[in-house]
């Protein structure tokens, strides 16, 4: 996209939005609709988590200067030690209440620039590391009914070294193991247990690419076997973290060019199936991403063309092997979010160059929707294009509704709205994927019980009831569990889908069935916590319910 495409674009956006309600703009055709929600939350969506109340947790930095929200009651953050102001009486955290669309500011005390995260069993948001001193804070946030009750509190060398772009993720005890980060070539654990606090892991040392590193954000997830799958640079290992013992090297992607910060690229891991079954088969995506030495490149002012690739390996079979497919569109810096039926949302990004100040170019403003079920060469479809461009530092979690919030893009060192290519964006808008369209809804089931905040057990036997307004197609129902994730940076941390399946589906009467389900076997596929729970009916799923794995 030329940099005359580029303005029109912000041109017609700004337009739109003055003469719109910040809470409604709908644009659709014929891949989903954009639904937009707040002109500003006052700042840049560069993390966010869904909680199990149905707010997300956002914040972006301590020391882009003053955001656009104050702190409430005359509250300031008061830091010696902060770069840009040592007194700031403006937010770098909100709470936005997805059921109301509003907003209300938090207060962090150091500085959350580029950290990670996960929740812990309890629906606490545990966020580690970022910036200057808040480089080995441990920051908790536990949700609440109040609408002024929560905030922040922050943990002082929670952590045993600095931690600048690591990776989190919960693991089948209910700790969090905290992997990499700038010149950490190890990990640790969340809560400490009075073991090492330091473990060494030299797979991120050899996959650093010097002067650019390429090893940022390493991809990470946990596989039935229970150990984890770690995706660095163009290549992976799986990692049993017990031993600090590699079990297996991974091939190289083809063309080994990077697809971690910051030429970055995101991956998931696709929908875990058969789960009762003695080995359950685990499939990773690796998309998009920046070719060998286009950071470099970038920064001398040569935007090179970002990969159009996407990586697939089946990583739990004797001999894996990278099958490549072809994206519609070239993309750096897009996000992968699982819907609640399987598929795959690919959102944000540029076109050109790679993550980094100023370093982004040509916005990709169509999402793209991936079926892992379909056909080799025929998994990919365009979805309608945003208005908004979501460049460096953007975000998408997936909503209990289905929807999928996308906020985030601040490419510079300062909130800078004026005389530059792409302003920060303080706005929030949802992604409704073509199963929310209104022709669907005889289609789309409604859960009746349980009800949201059940308690469930491994191995548990189940039966969703639920209604379905039109003709039901029995072979055609099942039931789904989504982890809710900490994204930032283009990867969503401890993100995965659970297959229940359908063993059995009864007619219950005036449109009410039941379909019998068998939770999964062990915190290796389904680690402890809270999950959205979903029906889905011909691709279709209802609003999920939130569900306590215990």
């Known amino acids: 996209m030329t940099q005359t495409s580029i303005l029109y674009f912000l041109f017609f956006h700004l337009t739109i939005l003055s003469s719109q309600p910040c809470h409604r703009f709908l644009t659709h055709a014929a891949g989903g609709r954009w639904q937009f929600l707040q002109r500003s939350i006052g700042i840049s969506a560069m993390h966010m988590q869904l909680l199990n109340n149905d707010r997300v947790v956002i914040f972006d930095r301590t020391d882009f200067g003053k955001s656009n929200i104050s ?19 403006t937010a770098h955290s909100v709470e936005y209440d997805v059921l109301s669309n509003t907003f209300r500011p938090l207060m962090v005390q150091t500085d959350v620039w ?10 606490s948001l545990i966020q580690t590391g970022g910036f200057n001193d808040g480089e080995r804070r441990i920051r908790i946030f536990k949700p609440c009914g109040t609408t002024n009750g929560c905030d922040w509190v922050e943990v002082k060398d929670g952590l045993a070294v600095r931690r600048w772009y690591a990776t989190n993720h919960i693991l089948p005890d209910g700790r969090q193991i905290v992997i990499g980060g700038r010149r950490q070539f190890n990990y640790e654990f969340h809560p400490k247990n009075g073991a090492p606090n330091l473990y060494s892991l030299p797979f991120l040392a050899q996959t650093n690419d010097r002067g650019v590193e390429n090893n940022l954000y390493p991809f990470v997830f946990l596989i039935g076997d229970g150990n984890l799958f770690i995706f660095s640079n163009n290549r992976a290992i799986l990692f049993d973290y017990s031993n600090n013992k ?3 090297t991974y091939p190289t992607m083809p063309g080994g060019d990077p697809r971690c910060y910051p030429s970055t690229g995101s991956a998931v891991l696709l929908p875990l199936k058969n789960l009762q079954a003695p080995s359950v088969e685990a499939e990773v995506l690796v998309c998009g991403g920046a070719p060998k030495g286009s950071y470099v490149q970038a920064g001398k002012g040569i935007f090179v063309g970002a990969l159009d690739t996407c990586g ?8 894996p092997q990278w099958v490549m497919e072809t994206m519609p569109q070239a993309r750096v810096m897009g996000d992968m979010t699982l819907l609640p039926n399987g598929n795959v949302l690919i959102v944000n990004g540029g076109a050109a160059g790679t993550a980094g100040w100023e370093f982004g170019r040509n916005p990709v403003l169509n999402p793209v929707l991936y079926r892992p079920n379909n056909k080799l060469g025929s998994r990919f479809e365009s979805q ?3 208005t908004i461009p ?5 975000t998408a979690v997936l909503l209990r509704d289905g929807r999928v919030l996308v906020g985030g893009s601040n490419p510079h060192t300062y909130y800078n709205f004026t005389g530059v290519i792409f302003p920060t964006e303080l706005s929030l808008e949802a992604f409704s994927p073509a199963y929310l369209d209104p022709e669907n809804s005889s289609l789309r089931p409604k859960i009746v019980l349980p009800a949201s905040q059940a308690m469930l057990k491994y191995k548990q036997k189940l039966v969703v009831r639920f209604t379905v ?25 401890n993100q995965r889908l659970l297959v229940l399946g359908s063993e059995k589906v009864t007619s219950l009467g005036k449109n009410m069935y039941g379909v019998q389900v068998t939770t999964p076997g062990s915190g290796n596929h389904a680690p402890l916590g809270y999950y959205l729970l979903f029906v889905v009916h011909q691709d279709i799923p209802s609003k999920g319910i939130w569900v306590n794995l215990k």
Do not use: W
């Open 384 to 386: 309608n294009p945003t």
């Open 390 to 394: 979501r460049m460096y530092h953007s």
């Open 312 to 319: 697939r390996i089946k990583i739990t079979d004797p001999n």
């Open 469 to 493: 307004a039109g003709t039901i197609a029995i072979d055609k129902v099942s039931v789904t569990m989504v982890a809710p994730s900490f994204t930032t940076h283009s990867f969503s941390m």
């Open 71 to 89: 702190l409430p009651a005359g509250k300031c953050r008061n830091d010696p030690n902060e770069a840009v102001l040592k007194v700031d009486c």
């Open 246 to 248: 590699v079990v297996k």
């Open 114 to 123: 580029c950290s990670s995260g996960a929740l812990m069993p309890d629906g």
